[in-house]
């Protein structure tokens, strides 16, 4: 039995967190879904205990059309926010009153942002 090369097991890991079923991920890699569950196994063994959290994540974000670059933009995102001493909830209210201004004053919200950026 020869070993799998550590960067299909790689592969095998982004797929499998993405939540990606572990049959597609077997056809898509070339190897058998045994090997998957095997790759999937040591990984919780050894490496990463919360991937089953984690898949469920990249279940989630790929039931809604996103993936996990949007969810580190979230994440980077709240950061910033936390920084700022600002709540979602307060982003939200500015965003509508944006919206809103732009739509009374019959101007495009791009040309606000411009706007923005030139102070």
């Known amino acids: 039995m020869t070993t799998i090369p550590s960067f299909i097991k790689i592969k095998v890991l982004k797929l499998w967190i993405l ?22 196994r040591d990984i919780k063994l050894y490496d990463i205990p919360d991937l089953d959290l984690l898949r469920e994540i990249g ?3 790929r039931e809604h059309g996103l993936g996990m ?5 979230t994440i980077r995102m709240n950061g910033y926010l936390s920084d700022m001493g600002i709540s979602t909830e307060q982003v939200e ?3 509508e009153q944006i919206h809103i ?13 411009k706007c923005i950026d030139y102070l």
Do not use: C, W
């Open 69 to 73: 670059n949007d969810f580190i933009d």
């Open 19 to 40: 939540g990606i079923p572990r049959d597609m991920v077997a056809h898509s890699l070339g190897i058998g879904t045994g090997s998957v569950s095997r790759i999937i």
């Open 101 to 113: 201004q732009s739509y009374r004053n019959g101007e495009d919200i791009e040309k606000f942002l």
């Open 59 to 61: 279940k989630i974000l």
């Open 93 to 95: 209210i500015l965003l």
